[in-house]
């Protein structure tokens, strides 16, 4: 039931053009823009290294927070969360096979960009494995705060709110800028976004860096407590 019930979920987010456009085409094309262009100073070295590890940080977030945030609302106000805790598929099966669709789509999302910027000339090196823990752990946390505005807000506010956060995150978290460009008050800040955490982590990996240790911990941080809270406020109906 739960694989019968994550392959709805898998397709319905594929048929969905919007959700289409959120969760992929929109990072492709940032992807091929911000490296071919030089529209940033990133400073030396090939574009494609600094956007890449962003572009899939931005990935994760679309997917297990925005586009979650969204439908989830959405399901909360017509009632389909209702009827399908009536069904034999437990409430605990629902959300575990609203997780198992997240990550697949995200695998979709991981393959279509990595090829992408192999493409665009990009060769990530070093400990590539721990990019794994780090993308699982920025899916917890993004999907413990899309379900948490998911469950407390109306539809039409998380609808709102989520593509705002989307934005602003996009903006600030270090994903197309880099973080050094803010005043140093401001930096320390933003590298406590779950997204800023991520996509630093992303780059270190991904470029020979060594354990991210300090991102790794921000992200368990945000994931428990994110996860947490909606557990503790989430409304079905």
């Not at 969905?16 to 490296?35: C, D, H, K, R, Y």
């Not at 990009?122 to 990019?131: I, R, V």
């Amino acid at each position: 039931m739960v694989l019968a019930q994550a392959g709805a979920e898998i397709r319905a987010t594929l048929r969905n053009g919007e959700q289409l456009l959120l969760t992929l085409i929109i990072p492709v094309l940032l992807l091929a823009g911000f490296s071919a262009a030089p529209l940033v100073d990133l400073g030396d070295g090939p574009r494609v290294d600094f956007v890449a590890p962003g572009i899939l940080a931005l990935a994760v977030m679309s997917t297990a927070f925005t586009g979650q945030a969204i439908a989830t609302g959405f399901e909360r106000r017509y009632g389909v969360l209702k009827r399908l805790g009536a069904t034999p598929l437990s409430r605990s099966g629902l959300l575990l096979a609203k997780t198992v669709a997240v990550v697949a789509v995200e695998a979709l999302q991981v393959a279509v960009i990595v090829a992408v910027a192999l493409a665009l000339g990009w060769s990530p090196h070093g400990e590539l494995l721990w990019a794994v823990p780090l993308l699982l752990l920025g899916t917890a946390a993004f999907s413990g705060l899309g379900l948490l505005m998911a469950g407390t807000l109306r539809a039409e506010a998380t609808l709102a709110g989520a593509n705002l956060v989307y934005l602003v995150l996009l903006g600030l978290g270090g994903v197309l800028f880099p973080l050094d460009r803010f005043p140093a008050g401001v930096q320390r800040v933003l590298e406590l976004l779950p997204i800023s955490a991520l996509t630093s982590g992303l780059r270190a990996v991904l470029s020979g860096g060594g354990l991210p240790g300090g991102a790794l911990l921000v992200l368990l941080c945000w994931a428990v407590a994110a996860l947490a809270l909606a557990a503790r406020t989430f409304r079905w109906e």
